[in-house]
């Protein structure tokens, strides 16, 4: 057996593979002068080395390359807990000894937005993604019993934390996410490893005039609550619109069409100010405590002004800002690219 070309024809992919072929090289190499008809012996047990790395080598190696390349991530739980009366559903997975991400989700959005974290992120952090009330698959209490206020908001997410044990974790911020965030980072700033803002902000964005809820109340329903205003929120002025599923807006239009969602959008929307009213006080915090942050912003954001990454550098001069792939739910299109940086970021490895 002189040679075994037809072998070295045998492709296999990735780092296994190159183990696979350089001992196979070897073995023929060490046994070139054996043959069937001369020491038997040994050769019966070459030809069935060789008959193995063949037929079943391939298959192992495909197995070891894609456990590398697509780790296994933990699968995700839903659930419910009881927090000040009401029932709040919350997305959970990873390791419970993994570093903790709590992720809060905008409007009008609940925790499934964070799905596409979920799939790439979940071996090796624990991931726990709440839906607020009036949101998801929480309780939508009626609003003339229940304030929709960021301070109540907030303070329903404050205990849902301590239901579930949370003592620390980082907090993943985005839209409506950052003013919840914001007030339970200042409410217990010893529970709050490192901030991640995707397209939140903390400084004032010049709404002015759009808060005055009796002159602009007729106007604000029919384009906050539209099909259009809705996709807009998805899409941003991004030219490819293409890679957006279509589903993303159609769902949330028919969340935003349910009975009493008028109501509970429009009095969160309004009270938006007490936000503005908040950022001196956000940003005294950022400067003086100087937190582990990530900005991660979409190029084709419309909701908030551009300009609003660099004002957190100017509060946290160590502040990672990127500007990714996508819009004003940049995990829409960029979800590789933004749990490269959480990654990176949160291991220190940048």
Known sequence: MRSCSWLKRTH??????????????????????????????????????VLFLVLLAPGW????????????????????????????????????????????????????????LFQRLSDRYHLIAPDYPGFGHSD?????????????????????TEALGLTHYTLYMQDYGGPVGFRLALAHPERVQSLIVQDAVAHD??????????????????????????????????PQVDRYDPDLWTDEFRFLNQPGQADIQSDLFYDYQSNVASYPKWQEWMRKTQPRLLVLWGKYELSFDDSEPEAFRRDVPQAEVHRVDGGHFALDTAADEIADLVDSFLTGSM
């Open 61 to 116: 190696v495909l197995a070891q390359d894609n456990q590398k390349e697509n780790p296994m991530n933990d699968p995700v739980s839903y659930r419910t807990v009881q927090v000040d009366g009401l029932s709040i559903f919350y997305r959970e997975a990873g390791p419970e000894d993994a570093p903790p991400l709590l992720l809060l989700h905008g409007l009008p959005s609940s925790s499934r937005m964070y799905e596409p």
């Open 140 to 160: 939508w209490p009626d609003h003339a019993k229940f304030a929709y206020t960021f301070d109540n908001i907030a303070t329903v997410m404050e205990h849902f």
């Open 205 to 238: 964005t010049g709404l002015g005039e759009n808060w005055n809820r009796a002159t602009y109340e007729a106007t604000l329903r029919p384009n906050l609550l539209s099909l259009a205003t809705t996709r807009t929120r998805h899409v941003g002025n991004d």
């Open 12 to 49: 296999y992919r990735g780092g296994a593979a190159r183990r696979w072929r350089l001992a196979l090289r070897q073995m023929v190499d060490d046994k070139k002068e054996y043959s069937l008809h001369g020491n038997q012996k040994t050769a019966i047990p070459l030809v069935a080395a």
